[in-house]
């Protein structure tokens, strides 16, 4: 059963922040952020794993609140370079599942 | 830096006939993955492999899909008679750790457009 993303769609101007959610009915162990640029395949962003600490990467960070079964990508001051298709991936048994992905697009 | 390598690029074919993609993992990765990308669409799962046999498989890898592990690099999807709605992006995926742990590799993938 896959994650569940929102919003669908953000629209930002450079330097703005946004949040980008991912939830699931079932317990999680870790969830994974990708970003897929258009035309290209989904790159590895961060994993969020059960019990670890909040997780960086540039200025993209994600949390992961485990009693929720819930994860949030933040992404502050945004770059042109944000811009794509933000997928949040979840598994149980090798079966990494992805949400339906939210589209960032960032303008100047 | 080793990467994930798929082909063909793109492939046309006509409905009923046979398709082999084939990918070639990260050489130390133990664990390999089929996905599927429709137009516009989100990445939807297909299979897993590992240790030669398949781990796990989604409820649209019916009995027309099928994968292989041939030699000790290729990793190959095979769909026995295409249809329409099999147009689509297939991505193979590689990682080294399982178990929620390990980051998927992805291959540049292959567009499957089936007339």
């Known amino acids: 059963q896959q994650p569940v993303q929102s919003p669908q769609a953000v629209i930002l101007r450079e330097g703005e922040d946004a949040v980008i959610n991912c939830s699931s009915s079932k317990a999680l162990y870790s969830v994974h952020w990708y970003r897929q640029k258009h035309g290209e395949a989904p790159v590895f962003l961060m994993i969020l794993l059960k019990g670890g600490e909040q997780k960086g990467h540039d200025k993209i960070s994600a949390s992961f609140n485990e009693k929720k079964q819930q994860s949030s990508l933040y992404l502050t001051a945004s770059q042109l370079s944000y811009s794509g298709t933000y997928f949040c991936?979840?598994?149980?048994?090798?079966?990494?599942?992805f949400g339906a992905g939210t589209r960032l697009t960032v303008k100047p | 830096e080793p990467e994930v390598t798929q082909t063909p690029s793109h492939q046309v074919t006509q409905m009923g006939q046979e398709v082999i993609l084939r990918c070639v993992p990260i050489s130390n990765h133990l664990y390999f993955y089929w996905y599927r990308q429709i137009l516009g669409q989100k990445v939807e799962f297909l299979v897993s492999?590992?240790?030669?046999?398949?781990?796990?498989k989604s409820e649209i890898f019916d009995d027309q899909f099928s994968v292989e592990r041939p030699d000790g690099s290729n990793f190959t999807l095979k769909i026995r008679s295409t249809k329409l709605e099999d147009s689509a992006m297939y991505f193979c995926?590689?990682?080294?750790?399982?178990?929620?742990?390990?980051?998927?590799?992805f291959g540049e993938g292959s567009r499957l457009t089936v007339l």
């Open positions: 492999f590992y240790n030669n046999e398949i781990s796990e």
């Open positions: 991936g979840t598994e149980y048994v090798d079966d990494m599942r």
């Open positions: 995926a590689s990682r080294r750790l399982a178990g929620g742990i390990g980051e998927l590799f």
